[in-house]
């Protein structure tokens, strides 16, 4: 998890207000930046020399995190600062412009030294604080909730075998499951208040009163799943990545994260697949600034993660403003710590879909028997139906506009199947003759067990196996029909 705490000294006018208070006009302002700069780093250089640690500057590319891991292993750090670090980088600050009766700020992008305080708390792990050394002075805090639980799990005396940011196997997963939902409750202002406190001493005076607003600027919600050894997942990942890739359409990626297709969505869904990725691969989908990502950790970690950078995508019930009166009701969610129950929702939502979807993807001695019972005559009663057939473009297609993302949610009339297999007609007598057609084709996916009727409803929902069966067929479909016979489409 990523937070960042921003002063109510962010925007130009507010920083003005603050030269005002402490006596300076606005020419001044470089002057005085320039100063309270040089107080971080004497801060920064005091708090690592009482406690005996590194505090180095850092020119180039460079892990921070691994350099931390490094010396905390060399000096056998266990808990406390860890290092110091100082880097040159771009942030968002402000500058003096002309006006036309006295200059003014604005905001505007600079570089300037940015300080890293690596941390071995006892609590939260390995963290790093960074916070700029010019103002409006943003705080940067940066969680795994991995090495939390860790120290949960050990505080309670739970075994584990846990390797870098994956626990490979856990003694009491329930029990673990319980500490990690509890992650949300923490009193999370509380904690970074006393954290920006230790790195920022201008709190004491020149900003005495200020607090930070906390917010959540990137939240990773994982879903693993243990295997045994690297041999059992090696098996089903590669089919498991081929359903993703090729079965997972832009409807289906925006279900798994809780919205729907409509015309008013502006943005780009994509799905990528990147096999150069140690030890194994990653899927990847996108909506917009959020995305969905599956991929193996060390080889027998099955890792189902949603990343949430822009929460107005999502909805939270509060209590807002609407048409000029209080309400609550539905609105965009917002990035404010008080919203992380609300993340874990939305993300833990995503994780068991996607989950879902994926379970379908069979066994292939079973698939083989699966695909030879449709391909076979079936009864009803005293009626009869026809096999299906897999390489058949009629009934792909039929099987492609039953299996689209949408019906996932509230299933399917008779009417959303024939929008997909006929052309508009505004003829009285065609219009029935294609719901009769669609209708009895309904009937033979139902004759085969592929779709069941919701009770009480004209909607149709795709049974268990169907959705292993026609996931399969159109796999099969995409990856060697489409390529060798390019008329079936």
């Known amino acids: 998890m990523l937070f960042k705490g921003y002063l109510p000294i962010g925007w130009s006018d507010a920083m003005e207000g603050l030269l005002s208070r402490q006596g300076l006009l606005i020419k001044d302002f470089g002057k005085f930046v320039e100063q309270q700069s040089e107080r971080l780093k004497n801060h920064a250089e005091k708090l690592a020399e009482s406690l005996g640690r590194p505090f180095e500057y850092i020119n180039g590319k460079l892990r921070k995190d691994d350099y931390a891991k490094e010396i905390a292993k060399r000096d056998g750090i266990t808990q406390g600062l860890v290092c110091v670090l100082r880097i040159l980088?771009?942030?968002?600050?402000?500058?003096?412009?002309?006006?036309?009766?006295?200059?003014?700020?604005?905001?505007?992008?600079?570089?300037?030294?940015?300080?890293?305080?690596?941390?071995?708390?006892?609590?939260?792990?390995?963290?790093?604080?960074?916070?700029?050394s010019w103002f409006p002075l943003v705080i940067q805090i940066c969680l795994n909730g991995h090495e939390w639980l860790a120290r949960k799990l050990d505080k309670h005396g739970i075994e584990y075998r846990k390797q870098d940011?994956?626990?490979?196997w856990i003694s009491d997963c329930?029990?673990?499951q319980k500490f990690a939902d509890r992650m949300e409750t923490t009193n999370w202002p509380r904690v970074f208040s006393a954290i920006a406190h230790r790195v920022n001493p201008l709190l004491k005076d020149v900003l005495a009163g200020m607090e930070y607003y906390w917010a959540m600027d990137q939240a990773e919600y994982a879903t693993d799943v243990m295997f045994r050894d690297a041999e059992a997942l090696k098996a089903p990942y590669e089919e498991l990545l081929k359903h993703a890739t090729l079965c997972f359409s832009a409807e289906d990626v925006l279900i798994f994260l809780g919205r729907k297709m409509h015309g008013?969505?502006?943005?780009?869904?994509?799905?990528?697949?990147?096999?150069?990725?140690?030890?194994?691969a990653r899927v990847k989908h996108r909506m917009k600034e959020n995305w969905m990502k599956m991929y193996d950790k060390f080889g027998c970690v099955l890792r189902i993660e949603t990343v949430i950078n822009n929460p107005r995508e999502f909805k939270v019930r509060r209590s807002g403003?609407?048409?000029?009166?209080?309400?609550?009701?539905?609105?965009?969610?917002?990035?404010?710590?008080?919203?992380?129950p609300r993340y874990r929702e939305v993300c833990m939502a995503a994780n068991r879909r996607y989950l879902e979807a994926l379970a379908v993807v069979p066994d292939p001695g079973k698939l083989k028997e699966q695909i030879q019972c449709i391909g076979r005559r079936t009864r009803t009663g005293t009626r009869s139906h026809r096999a299906l057939n897999p390489?058949?473009?009629?009934?792909?297609?039929?099987?492609a506009a039953v299996m689209r993302g949408e019906h996932s949610l509230?299933?399917?009339?008779?009417?959303?199947?024939?929008?997909?297999?006929?052309?508009?007609?505004?003829?009285?007598?065609?219009?029935?003759?294609?719901?009769?057609?669609?209708?009895?084709?309904?009937?033979l996916l139902h004759a085969h067990s592929l779709i069941a009727k919701v009770p009480r409803t004209r909607r149709w929902r795709v049974t268990k196996h169907g959705h292993a069966v026609m996931s399969a067929i159109l796999t099969i479909h995409h990856q060697h029909y489409s390529a060798s016979n390019p008329q079936v489409t």
């Open 89 to 132: 980088e771009p942030c968002q600050s402000f500058k003096v412009v002309p006006a036309e009766k006295q200059p003014k700020l604005v905001n505007a992008t600079r570089k300037c030294l940015c300080y890293y305080f690596y941390f071995l708390d006892r609590d939260f792990g390995l963290m790093h604080v960074r916070i700029q």
């Open 391 to 399: 390489a058949s473009k009629h009934d792909v297609d039929l099987l």
């Open 410 to 443: 509230q299933g399917f009339r008779n009417s959303n199947i024939r929008e997909h297999l006929n052309e508009p007609t505004t003829d009285d007598l065609e219009h029935r003759r294609q719901s009769h057609r669609t209708g009895r084709l309904l009937k």
């Open 165 to 168: 940011n994956a626990f490979l």
């Open 321 to 340: 403003k609407r048409k000029g009166e209080i309400v609550t009701d539905w609105f965009p969610m917002g990035k404010g710590v008080a919203n992380m």
């Open 174 to 176: 329930a029990r673990a």
């Open 264 to 280: 008013r969505f502006e943005g780009e869904v994509l799905t990528d697949m990147k096999k150069k990725r140690f030890p194994g």
